[in-house]
Nanobody, 124 residues
Framework: QVQLVESGGGLVQAGGSLRLSCAAS????????MGWFRQAPGKERDFVAA????????DYADSVKGRFTISRDNAKNMVFLQMNSLKPEDTAVYYC?????????????????WGQGTQVTVSS
């Protein structure tokens, strides 16, 4: 397993941008697919974006396509989520997750490790 720590959340006005970072421990990070999920109060944890182990394959939720970009730096054991044109409905706790499956996946149950989450709040 890998240990994951998210950072970069905060308060931003609608239309603004944030960049979330996820730092991973463990020498096997580069063999994991990575994903971002989010959970708003009273709602289920939803898929946001995923990236395959080498970064060649990407997947996004329809609600964030064209606004969010996932990327990774295997040399630094990092994964990022660039969020542009933020909307109030993007407000949630954002979680980083790692999957041994290597392929970019949107399925919650395919992720083995989770971070503690970082709060993103978008004001109107």
């Amino acid at each position: 397993q890998v240990q994951l720590v998210e950072s970069g959340g905060g308060l931003v006005q609608a239309g603004g941008s944030l960049r979330l970072s996820c730092a991973a421990s463990g020498r096997t990070f580069s063999s994991y697919a990575m994903g971002w999920f989010r959970q708003a109060p009273g709602k289920e944890r939803d898929f946001v974006a995923a990236i395959s182990w080498r970064g060649h394959d990407l997947d996004y939720a329809d609600s964030v396509k064209g606004r969010f970009t996932i990327s990774r730096d295997n040399a630094k054991n990092m994964v990022f989520l660039q969020m542009n044109s933020l909307k109030p409905e993007d407000t949630a706790v954002y979680y980083c997750a790692a999957s041994r499956g290597r392929s970019a996946t949107k399925w919650y149950h395919e992720y083995d490790s989770w971070g503690q989450g970082t709060q993103v709040t978008v004001s109107s």
